[in-house]
Nanobody, 129 residues
């Protein structure tokens, strides 16, 4: 079993919303930097948002700013991704990833795949009418 498990994907119409959730198996995400990546068919996997364990700072790629929100649910030890105003260009497999690190800058700037140690298997998000 993958160390992280994503849920909440599915089919949604353009303009709709989905909420993805990421939970860890065997440990809590509360002290990890956690990011969401996505990979569309034929494209590279890209980091779209990240939440730091160092002060809770967040970062977003320009294409999702103002539409997507990453947040921790400490009660459930999950990291959730609220996605609003979805477009067909958001269609992709969405992955969560986590890393424990003393580096406070993992979520600053470009969200790099190589910096994350734990990954989920992904959840499909399809935006289509």
């Amino acid at each position: 079993q993958a160390p992280l498990v994503e849920s909440g994907g599915g089919l949604v119409q353009p303009g709709g919303s989905l909420r993805l959730s990421c939970v860890a198996s065997g440990f809590s995400l509360d002290y990890y930097d956690v990011a969401w990546f996505r990979q569309a068919p034929g494209k590279e996997r890209e980091g779209i948002t990240c939440i730091s364990a160092h002060g809770g700072g967040t970062g977003y790629v320009d294409s999702v700013k103002g539409r997507f929100t990453i947040a921790r649910d400490y009660g459930k030890s999950t990291v959730d991704l609220q996605m609003n105003n979805l477009t067909p260009e958001d269609t992709a497999v969405y992955y969560c990833a986590a890393v424990w690190t003393p580096d406070p800058d993992v979520c600053a700037g470009v969200i790099e795949r190589r910096r994350f140690s734990y990954w989920g298997q992904g959840t499909q998000v399809t935006v289509s009418s």
